[in-house]
């Protein structure tokens, strides 16, 4: 998609890219079963206010979909206080995700000036409705202004799963935009059998995965739906006329650089088109549904090794474990198994604990690929114990 000199700023620059990208997203929406109202036409053919955008990253999809959130607060504050700035009102607004969400929550916060909390988690690390209603109630009575919303379904840490209807709800209730970062767990929605996963996304206003982390597709390939397109529009662009990109269809057609960071993007939607239309969705599904029972094979290693315990509840193709040792002894076995030069781990403290993890998302992982590692991670964790022992 890079290699073909398409200007793919507005939709005069270049029709086929943007008409690719509305209807491939349309596709998307319908293979994750999303809400109706996330695609840009309704079941009978009909334009409607929502659509899909492709981002190249979901750190960009938080980020939009925080200034959108940001610009509604601020008309809403100005609307009762008229005599108050956007500047006053953005001083005052908050925004919430949980404890294990990505950071680049915390760093859309800081680009778009919104004060951010981070808040604790249930026993499954998941993200509670009362956690949050406690919080917006807290800051209310402070004088601030809730305003956004980042649930996590699949957070990076660990693959915990905010309980998205419960904090729907609350969102509903404080009038807050609602944005759902399933950046790695998204991709499993194509089967049936998972989408229990994104109960309560009907909730949202936005929602985004990243068809790069585990749907066949290579980087910068992160799938954006919304509600209301115009509330995108009007958080991502200034109050005035960009007189070169202007054409007399602009209110028939989407210009996706109004959707988006950057006025220009390459053809990302070709790339998705081809995976789609190459695999099918049953082909799609039938991968998603092997990393999964990769994962599984891997986990009933870990059950079967009493030096070892799981640490979350094994979800999609994601192990969380540990050795049942000493803390420090976890930290030694993840940097052993990077040394080895077989393995790369890249560990996560969780409750000030390190917790090894390991992922099965490539199309190439095979059976003899978790024995493989399984046997790495045996032995190394045999010489790290052992070394314990002769120290003691």
């Not at 929550?105 to 993200?127: C, H, M, N, Q, W």
């Not at 209603?133 to 305003?147: N, Q, R, T, V, Y």
């Not at 759902?180 to 994104?198: H, I, N, Q, T, W």
């Amino acid at each position: 998609s890079y290699g073909l000199a398409c200007e793919h700023y507005a939709w005069i620059g270049s029709p086929a890219c943007s008409e690719l990208e509305t209807v491939v997203m349309d596709w998307m929406g319908k293979a994750l079963n999303l809400p109706k109202a996330f695609l840009s036409r309704d079941g009978a053919g009909k334009p409607q206010n929502g659509g899909g955008v492709i981002q190249s990253t979901a750190s960009e999809a938080i980020l939009i979909s925080l200034l959108a959130a940001r610009k509604k607060a601020t008309k809403k504050f100005q609307i009762k206080h008229p005599d108050l700035t956007a500047q006053d009102a953005v001083a005052k607004l908050v925004a919430y995700a949980s404890e294990h969400a990505h950071h680049a929550y915390l760093k859309a916060g800081v680009i778009a000036g919104v004060r951010t909390r981070t808040l604790p988690t249930d026993e499954e690390f998941s993200l509670r409705g009362d956690s949050l209603k406690s919080a917006m109630k807290e800051d209310i009575k402070a004088g601030l202004i809730p305003c956004f919303v980042c649930a996590t379904t699949g957070t990076t840490s660990i693959c915990s799963f905010d309980n998205l209807a419960e904090i729907g709800l609350i969102c509903q209730e404080f009038d807050v935009w609602m944005h759902v970062d399933a950046a790695y767990a998204g991709s499993a929605f194509v089967c049936p059998e998972f989408r229990y996963l994104a109960n309560g996304v009907e909730f949202a206003d936005t929602f985004n995965f990243n068809a790069h982390k585990w749907l066949l597709t290579t980087f910068g390939c992160s799938c954006m739906w919304v509600k209301d397109r115009k509330a995108i529009v009007e958080g991502l662009n200034p109050d005035v006329e960009m007189i070169y990109v202007k054409d007399s269809k602009s209110d028939l057609v989407i210009d996706y650089n109004k959707w988006q960071i950057t006025l220009g993007s390459p053809f990302r939607a070709l790339k998705l088109w081809f995976v789609l239309r190459m695999h099918g969705i049953t082909g799609l599904q039938s991968y998603i549904r092997k990393s999964v029972e990769l994962a599984k094979k891997f986990e009933r290693c870990i059950l079967d090794d009493s030096r070892f315990r799981i640490v979350c509840k094994t979800r999609l193709g994601f192990v969380c474990f540990q050795l049942n040792a000493a803390e420090g002894l976890n930290r030694k076995l993840s940097d052993a198994l990077s040394a080895s030069g077989k393995l790369l781990f890249t560990s996560v403290e969780v409750n000030g604990n390190v917790v090894l993890r390991l992922a099965v998302s490539s199309a190439q992982t095979d059976e003899k690929d978790v024995d493989s590692a399984w046997q790495v991670i045996r032995r190394t964790a045999d010489k790290v114990l052992s070394q314990c022992d002769s120290i003691d």
